[in-house]
């Protein structure tokens, strides 16, 4: 996986889940849904430092963000371009991770 841009993958996953608008209306939901999957993401972030990202950390990164889209009650549409702009600036594609699109 050396073509992916690690910084840029973790940009733009992280700017994701804080540019999608939230459609749920709980709480603890958003807590357990959003903050604590941000925070994993972040951890997997410092974990990676300057090496080169794994394919199984890319995908435990896009399975965290489809968490968050879910407790956001994100629309299939705009995951996808999220998804889309994800792989269009890290070069990390869901295909070759074994990822389902929305």
């Known amino acids: 996986m050396s073509e992916i841009d690690t910084a840029?993958?973790?940009s733009a996953v992280l700017k994701t889940i804080a540019s999608?608008?939230?459609?749920g209306t709980d709480p603890n939901e958003h807590a357990k849904g959003v903050v604590e999957p941000a925070a994993r993401?972040?951890?997997?972030?410092e974990e990676v430092g300057?090496?080169?990202?794994?394919?199984?950390?890319a995908a435990e990164v896009l399975e965290l963000l489809e968490t968050?889209?879910?407790?956001?009650r994100t629309p299939g549409e705009e995951r996808e371009y999220y998804l889309e702009y994800i792989e269009k600036?890290?070069?990390?594609?869901?295909a070759s991770l074994g990822v389902s699109a929305p």
């Open 20 to 23: 999608t608008r939230n459609h």
């Open 89 to 94: 600036v890290s070069g990390v594609g869901r």
């Open 41 to 45: 993401i972040r951890a997997v972030e």
């Open 68 to 72: 968050t889209f879910r407790a956001k």
């Open 8 to 10: 840029a993958f973790f």
């Open 50 to 57: 300057d090496r080169p990202l794994t394919s199984r950390e």
